[in-house]
């Protein structure tokens, strides 16, 4: 009933930009924490940021890259700048906690994943 489907990855040469996003589709009644992480191949998924659902922000790539959402839109985005071969991976729309509505009840799934967004970045 719900998902997260990211968007906006793709291959970019080094010093480029992209901007993910992120959208909950679904009956969404509200989204708690949300964030990115990101994948690399051989590698443990680590947290790039994330976000509150009222703003405040916390960054493991600080500098380059700005995490914002749209909760009326139910959206997040990733903006990347100044991308360097490094931030090569897939990246991951999470959602901490997601409440919604189906079929006259009301839900809360927590720890919620999107399918991922490969970024490659060419040097």
């Known amino acids: 009933q719900v998902q997260l489907v990211e968007s906006g990855g793709g291959l970019v040469q080094a010093g480029g930009s992209l901007r993910l996003s992120c959208v909950a589709s679904?009956?969404?009644?509200?989204?708690?924490?949300m964030g990115w992480y990101r994948q690399a191949p051989g590698k443990q998924r680590e947290l790039v940021a994330d976000?509150?659902?009222?703003?405040s922000t916390n960054y493991s790539v600080k500098g380059r890259f700005t995490i914002s959402r749209d909760n009326a839109r139910n959206a997040m985005y990733l903006q990347m700048s100044n991308l360097k071969p490094e931030d090569t991976a897939v990246y991951y729309c999470?959602?901490?906690?997601?409440?919604?509505?189906?079929?006259?009840?009301?839900?809360?799934?927590?720890?919620?994943w999107g399918q991922g967004t490969q970024v490659t970045v060419s040097s």
């Open positions: 999470h959602a901490d906690q997601i409440r919604y509505y189906s079929r006259g009840y009301y839900y809360s799934t927590s720890d919620y």
């Open positions: 679904g009956n969404i009644v509200s989204i708690n924490n």
């Open positions: 976000i509150t659902s009222g703003g």
